[in-house]
């Protein structure tokens, strides 16, 4: 099948210039060219008029949870059922590919990947590790720690090298692409303050070195400047929220060339991050004290902002979405606006388009989609098309507004055309 999208301006997912008056060809599930000029409609299957709009790669989203709800009682059943609408709502937003983030994804990612309902790309981590005591403990995990190696529900707990490596090989036994660790504090953790440290620095290295001869790399949950050096140090090639980065550990990543993923960006309401950890129905002895650990973190978001800014840090995507909001509707179109303020339009565009590219190269081998590129549009990329009405690269609050999403393309497969 060939298709054709022509008379669209095309932003390539690196170059901040955009090419204008151009026409994209599709064959089967790949861009095969992109060209300006006259051409012959005979050629093609089908050919779309992109009425000068503007045609960007498919969005990513680099830090996600589609398989765990977080919800008490939950099921992983019923996480099942709403990961499937909730991949359904982010590919209509034009999210063509996510990083799963710590949940357990094989039969969502299966089931998309093999066309039985609408989703983008899943790059599974599976469990994400934790130790006792961590940002991921709780009583059901511990309880569960005997036979959650090979009975996941998201989480899997680990003490010691020997145990941080046999949990990380279990993850690339279910098929992870990448492994996460808990490696600090969190806002919405039971019995870990976010100025946690987490894992030695001899057990992160044991899961390194694990994910390395799997021919992947860690990703790693931590807050605080100390967090962020230990997992540098040990090889930790992902940084997940990082918000109180100060200088020396700005200069660490830069030289390390370690991606930051400054998730979430606190687009839901003030009262919510300002009272996480406050859990009802948990055990009293549990619950966080003192000073609630979401306003501890966004104190410092106009600190890290500035550092990222100031040593041009290679940041990423991500919502740190959880599938449990009202409705379970993702909201990353208010991430972006905030990914504006903080980052400008170009270097947020990038964080969702070209710089997930590079961090796929980082799973080699272990890449579940190696027959194309993703978060790029040029020859040999998937074709993974947003259009959209407005140009982003210029003006980010264009994807503010799901309503400027008027195009979606994966793998060659049109899901939505208000053109």
Not at 86 to 95: E, N, Q, S
Not at 174 to 197: H, N, R, W
Not at 262 to 275: L, M, S, Y
Request: charged share 25%; net charge negative; hydrophobic share 35%.
């Amino acid at each position: 099948m060939k298709k054709l999208i022509k008379n669209v301006n095309v932003f390539d997912g690196r170059n901040s210039s955009v090419l204008e008056h151009q026409n994209i060809v599709i064959t089967d599930n790949l861009v095969t060219d992109i060209f300006a000029g006259d051409f012959s409609e005979e050629n093609f299957d089908e050919v779309i008029d992109g009425k000068n709009q503007f045609a960007i790669p498919g969005l990513t989203d680099a830090h996600v949870h589609l398989g765990k709800t977080h919800i008490d009682g939950a099921t992983a059943s019923y996480d099942a059922i709403v990961g499937s609408v909730v991949a359904g709502k982010l590919l209509d937003h034009g999210i063509t590919t996510v990083r799963d983030a710590g949940s357990v994804t094989d039969g969502l990612k299966r089931a998309i990947d093999e066309g039985v309902i609408p989703g983008p790309r899943i790059y599974p981590s599976m469990n994400y590790l934790s130790q006792t005591c961590g940002h991921g403990d709780s009583a059901d995990a511990h309880t569960n720690r005997d036979i959650q190696y090979r009975n996941p529900r998201g989480v899997a707990l680990c003490d010691g090298v020997a145990e941080c490596r046999r949990a990380a090989r279990e993850q690339f036994f279910f098929g992870a692409s990448q492994i996460k660790i808990m490696a600090g504090g969190g806002m919405s953790s039971l019995c870990d303050p976010v100025e946690t440290l987490q894992f030695s620095l001899e057990e992160i290295k044991a899961i390194v070195e694990t994910a390395a001869d799997y021919g992947s790399y860690v990703l790693a949950h931590l807050y605080t400047p100390a967090c962020m050096q230990r997992a540098v140090r040990a090889g930790v090639k992902s940084l997940e929220h990082g918000h109180w980065l100060d200088e020396d550990t700005a200069k660490l990543i830069k030289d390390n060339e370690v991606f930051l993923n400054p998730c979430p960006q606190f687009t839901v309401e003030e009262a919510k991050w300002n009272h996480m950890g406050e859990f009802s129905g948990q055990p009293s002895q549990l619950k966080k004290k003192g000073k609630p650990g979401g306003a501890k973190v966004k104190a410092h978001i106009e600190e890290t902002t500035n550092l990222i800014n100031k040593y041009d840090l290679k940041i990423l995507f991500g919502t740190d979405l959880m599938i449990m909001y009202d409705g379970y509707e993702p909201r990353e179109n208010l991430d972006f606006t905030v990914y504006k303020k903080r980052f400008g339009s170009y270097k947020g565009l990038l964080a969702a388009t070209g710089n997930f590219n590079d961090i796929t190269k980082l799973t080699t081998y272990q890449n579940p989609y190696p027959g194309g590129e993703i978060g790029l549009l040029k020859k040999g990329s998937y074709a993974d098309i947003v259009i959209t009405n407005g140009n982003p690269v210029e003006d980010l609050d264009v994807l503010g507004s799901k309503e400027n999403i008027l195009f979606v393309m994966k793998d060659g497969q049109i899901y939505k055309n208000k053109l």
